[in-house]
């Protein structure tokens, strides 16, 4: 359950902003103020990052064999970081007065007004609702406060991709893994209310920000649904086999933004040494994710990497291993629905998709692919 250091907190009448001096909206008598002018005041760019050399010259070689031209297309984007688009995920337990509008009315769109995976209605109704918009813009983050829900959190959009494969239900169990920072959590609670939603991280420093986050974004009445643990996600699967109708690995990666921008050479050398190591990591998750799961469920691995070592290969390689599972496949409808926004990449075996940024569809690496528990 959660700490006893979480404090209680509140619904909160007004928007704070707080950016640069500016607080872009105020509160009156439980009324919002908010302004498409003062909105559009605090569009803020990344700053600048020192790239690694190391790092680049390795994803060079690795990356142009396996996506071809594809590569050197994610590569100029990857390389600008300037170009890079956030989404802005509302959350549906805060005031959200005004701010769809001012949004909407600053170019920002709902990426999610198509169709459900799983869904047969092609008007299915997607409670999770998540903001982008055509430039590199990037509103401001929101302060934490007690007493008090953050309407948004940013994010790339494409790591949302996980989470509507997962197609939580109400009232299901659901097993994050891998949760921190809680950006997958807190949209699982975007698109349904859950029996029990499990958030584990293993690492301390994470955990307390995975912590953070569901402090900042959940509501007092449906914090006792949540259960957040320090735990060794490997072992999950054997103490608690079968709990959960759906589980998510979002497995440690060798993500490739952050790898790109290591502080210095010996350690961006260093990781690379360990990066041949994740792939073991990954698939000891991936079991245990279904061991934990129930026959019937629907495990879901995704990671922010373009490594087919990561990605197809983990997948490839459990269901050879483990019994009783099945590849499913995301409906194509669902990956067309998204195709305006974000690039899959063309994966042969198709075991999975990958999402890879390319310009003006700035979006991921997010690699997902989900699995069925036959027995």
Same mark, same amino acid.
């Given at each position: ?48 990052? @020192? ?22 297309? &994610? ?9 890079? @688009? ?8 805060? $005031? ?61 959009? &494409? ?16 097993? $994050? ?12 609670? @975007? ?59 979002? &497995? ?67 269901? &050879? ?10 409906? @194509? ?43």
């Amino acid at each position: 359950m959660f700490s006893p250091k979480l404090f209680c907190m509140s619904g909160s009448s007004f928007l704070f902003l707080k950016s640069i001096k500016c607080i872009l909206s105020s509160s009156c008598h439980g009324q919002n103020t908010i302004s498409n002018t003062q909105l559009a005041a605090q569009y803020i760019s990344k700053p600048q990052k @020192q790239l690694c050399e190391t790092v680049l010259k390795y994803f060079d070689r690795q990356y142009s064999e396996e996506l071809g031209e594809q590569w050197w297309n &994610a590569r100029d984007v990857l390389l600008n970081p300037l170009s890079w @688009q956030y989404g802005v995920l509302l959350n549906r337990f805060s $005031d959200l007065t005004n701010l769809k509008q001012c949004l909407a009315e600053l170019g920002y769109t709902n990426l999610l007004q198509q169709t459900h995976p799983e869904s047969h209605s092609q008007t299915a109704d997607i409670p999770l609702q998540c903001f982008i918009h055509p430039d590199p813009v990037r509103i401001p983050t929101q302060s934490h406060h007690t007493g008090w829900l953050k309407q948004y959190y940013l994010l790339n959009a &494409a790591s949302l991709l996980p989470v509507l494969a997962l197609n939580v239900q109400e009232g299901e169990n659901v097993l $994050d893994l891998c949760a921190a920072p809680g950006g997958k959590s807190l949209a699982i609670l @975007q698109t349904a209310t859950p029996g029990l939603l499990h958030c584990n991280e293993v690492d301390q420093h994470r955990h307390d920000w995975l912590l953070k986050t569901l402090e900042s974004y959940v509501p007092p009445s449906l914090r006792h649904l949540l259960s957040v643990t320090l735990q060794d996600g490997r072992s999950i699967g054997t103490m608690q086999p079968g709990a959960y109708d759906k589980v998510l690995v979002d &497995a440690p990666c060798s993500n490739d933004r952050s790898w790109l921008y290591t502080p210095d050479t010996h350690r961006g050398e260093m990781w690379l040494k360990e990066r041949t190591q994740l792939p073991l990591l990954q698939k000891e998750l991936l079991c245990s994710a279904l061991a934990a799961v129930r026959p019937g469920g629907i495990v879901v691995y995704s990671t922010c990497t373009m490594s087919r070592a990561e990605n197809q290969s983990v997948v490839e390689e459990v269901l &050879a291993s483990y019994p009783g599972v099945e590849l499913q496949e995301l409906e @194509q409808q669902f990956i067309d629905s998204l195709s305006d926004h974000f690039c899959f990449a063309h994966l042969h075996p198709s075991v999975g998709q990958l999402v890879i940024p390319q310009k003006g569809k700035t979006w991921g690496p997010m690699y997902v692919s989900q699995l069925k528990k036959i027995y």
